[in-house]
């Protein structure tokens, strides 16, 4: 393992265990391995919903996990269209579209069985242009350096998004977590990683103030077999690459 992935991993220990610690962490708990839930994570999704980049987007895209259900709900009670991908992309991704749900459910919708139960599965060439993205995170930099769980995910979503033209680079990203998550130094990035350019905290608002850093689309070099494999979606979009290689 490289110096820079022991840092970052070391980094991603130190936060689920000071999380554990302060009892900042809420369920599902253990938060080691997870995007951790975190107590005030509806006071942040408020801080959220309540920015002209939130007010703008029409089409939002937020995360499955559990400290981002509360920004699910609020997409869409502000009847915005959700985009949720499905754990681990397995299942590709679901639209949920508040004028087909009943307001008494979107609490429930913002949950990953209500989502299948009350979105739709969509093929990303149908998606509607994304105006917003929240990621959720396990530490983030002020200068936009985030670091999930370690296994790709976030970063996938958004390349298998940009090769079919649904989000640029100028598309805003954004993430909500704890303050304990944010730090003051560099998170050394992986040729795949994005940046995010908003955070959201308790107590603070942070405009990144480092360089913008987004992949131009699936960087196929860095994805191996086994990845390809686990989820049918990358399979397609490879296969039809090599047909169009062998035209």
């Not at 259900?69 to 579209?97: C, H, N, Q, Y």
């Not at 033209?165 to 977590?177: F, G, H, Q």
Request: net charge positive.
């Amino acid at each position: 393992m490289s110096s820079a992935r022991e840092f970052r991993e070391s980094l991603r220990q130190k936060i689920w265990r000071e999380m554990e610690e302060k009892n900042i962490a809420r369920f599902p708990r253990p938060v080691y391995g997870r995007i951790p839930n975190f107590v005030g994570a509806e006071q942040v999704a408020e801080k959220l919903i309540n920015t002209d980049i939130f007010r703008r987007a029409q089409v939002v895209k937020v995360n499955p996990d559990s400290p981002q259900k509360p920004v699910r709900e609020a997409v869409l009670r502000k009847g915005k269209i959700l985009i949720m991908p499905t754990p681990r992309i397995s299942r590709g991704f679901l639209l949920l579209d508040p004028k087909k749900i009943s307001p008494a459910l979107y609490s429930v919708a913002a949950t990953i069985q209500g989502a299948f139960r009350y979105g739709t599965p969509i093929h990303p060439s149908e998606i509607p242009e994304v105006d917003l993205i929240v990621a959720g995170s396990v530490a983030v930099s002020i200068y936009g350096e985030r670091l999930g769980k370690g296994e790709g995910y976030s970063e996938l979503e958004y390349s298998i998004l940009r090769e079919f033209n649904k989000v640029s680079e100028e598309t805003p990203i954004a993430t909500t977590v704890h303050d304990v998550q944010v730090v003051d130094f560099h998170i050394p990035l992986e040729p795949w990683d994005f940046t995010v350019d908003y955070i959201f905290t308790p107590t603070r608002s942070i405009k990144c103030i480092g360089e913008k850093k987004r992949p131009p689309g699936l960087l196929w070099q860095y994805l191996d077999k086994e990845k390809i494999d686990e989820i049918p979606l990358l399979k397609e979009m490879l296969l039809r690459k090599s047909s169009r290689g062998s035209k």
